[in-house]
């Protein structure tokens, strides 16, 4: 049981390169989330989805747009990174009923030069 | 805006000591919260969660104190182990408003052998 995996782990983008970070979660959870941690500033949240075909901006949405065309998978693309993209990035995924018990991915490392 | 955070940021205690964790939160309105813990290069993983109806709930080796009345959540570790060295991260959550997570700024946790 794998759980929730994120792929990549690492990558480093130039500025204003294109990336798309996946999300697979084989628990057949309705919900999905991403977030991202700078130090200090705790797990923030980005996107989300309540649903296959469905999603919803979160607190810093800005600059990333995501896809959820499969249950399964949650997509965030980076369109044209920027340097305060520079960041960790965690995928999350919950049962859609209270209580929500998150389960997060390892998480992708991305720096923008 | 609505937030969680915490009152310290960094916790140093021996080992075999007890630890408290502190978080504070401001709406009033959450009914579900959330202890993660996150070991570095590693996603947070699900310690203990209490809902808005209860003040106390125990674990293995952990307990989650709720005063509603100060907005306050508390975990308490007991014999602290050089494994729970760690960043711990509060969560809150409100049913009516889904899945969605607001988490605190988090304390890391150093335990001294």
């Known amino acids: 049981n794998a759980g929730v995996t994120q792929t990549p782990k690492f990558r480093v983008l130039k500025t204003g390169q294109s990336m798309t970070l996946l999300c697979a979660q084989d628990?057949?959870?309705?919900?999905m989330y991403w977030y991202r941690q700078d130090p200090g500033m705790g797990l923030r949240l980005i996107h989300y989805?309540?649903?296959?075909?469905?999603?919803a901006k979160g607190e810093v949405p800005d600059g990333y747009n995501v896809s959820r065309l499969k249950k399964q998978n949650f997509l965030l693309g980076l369109e044209s990174a920027a340097p305060s993209q520079t960041s960790v990035y965690f995928c999350?995924?919950?049962?859609?009923?209270?209580?929500?018990?998150?389960?997060f991915g390892s998480g992708t490392r991305l720096t923008v030069v | 805006g609505e937030s969680v955070g915490l009152h310290l940021p960094t916790l140093s205690v021996q080992e075999g000591d007890n630890s408290i964790i502190n978080c504070a939160y401001s709406?009033?309105?959450?009914?579900?919260f959330i202890w993660y813990k996150q070991e570095s290069g590693k996603g947070p993983q699900f310690i203990i969660d209490?809902?808005?109806?209860?003040d106390k709930r125990q674990g293995q080796r952990v307990t989650v104190l709720l005063n509603k009345t100060v907005k306050h959540l508390s975990l308490q570790i007991a014999a602290t182990q050089p494994g729970d060295s760690a960043v711990y991260f509060c969560?809150?959550?409100?049913?009516?408003?889904?899945?969605?997570?607001?988490f605190g700024q988090g304390t890391e946790l150093s335990v001294k052998p």
């Open positions: 999350a995924s919950s049962s859609h009923q209270p209580p929500y018990g998150y389960t």
């Open positions: 628990m057949n959870h309705e919900y």
């Open positions: 989805s309540v649903g296959e075909g469905t999603t």
């Open positions: 709406n009033s309105a959450s009914d579900y």
């Open positions: 209490i809902r808005s109806n209860m």
């Open positions: 969560a809150e959550n409100s049913y009516n408003q889904g899945g969605k997570l607001i």
